[in-house]
Nanobody, 118 residues
């Protein structure tokens, strides 16, 4: 059984920072790409950032220069460092990973709420 568990969300003032973590648990797998998505009420889920198994990264235009995705392969964990936060960053943040157990399947975490006050 593979599970993704996010942590690190919360309430911060605009201009502040948060660091989200997402750890993959289970046995007998390897992890390819990992991603962070977010979804605000009434909006579609938005891809925030992607990191490959080799560490290459890509960001959505709305977070470039403010957010940094990273991963610790030894800990099966992906991070999202969020700086210069804006009220429009308020959303539920989800991690997502391509899990290889002989075949590749996408797994999702349960999400963590990030709220930015103005």
């Amino acid at each position: 059984q593979v599970q993704l568990v996010e942590s690190g969300g919360g309430l911060v003032q605009a201009g502040g920072s948060l660091r989200l973590s997402c750890t993959v648990s289970g046995t007998g797998f390897s992890i390819n790409n990992m991603r962070w998505y977010r979804q605000a009420p009434g909006n579609q889920r938005e891809l925030v950032a992607t990191i490959t198994s080799g560490g290459s990264t890509n960001y959505g235009d709305s977070v470039k220069g403010r957010f940094t995705i990273s991963r610790d392969n030894a800990k099966n964990t992906v991070y999202l460092q969020m700086n210069s936060l804006k009220p429009e960053d308020t959303a539920k943040y989800y991690c997502n990973a391509d899990i290889n157990r002989g075949y590749i399947r996408v797994y999702w975490g349960q999400g963590t709420q990030v709220t930015i006050s103005s």
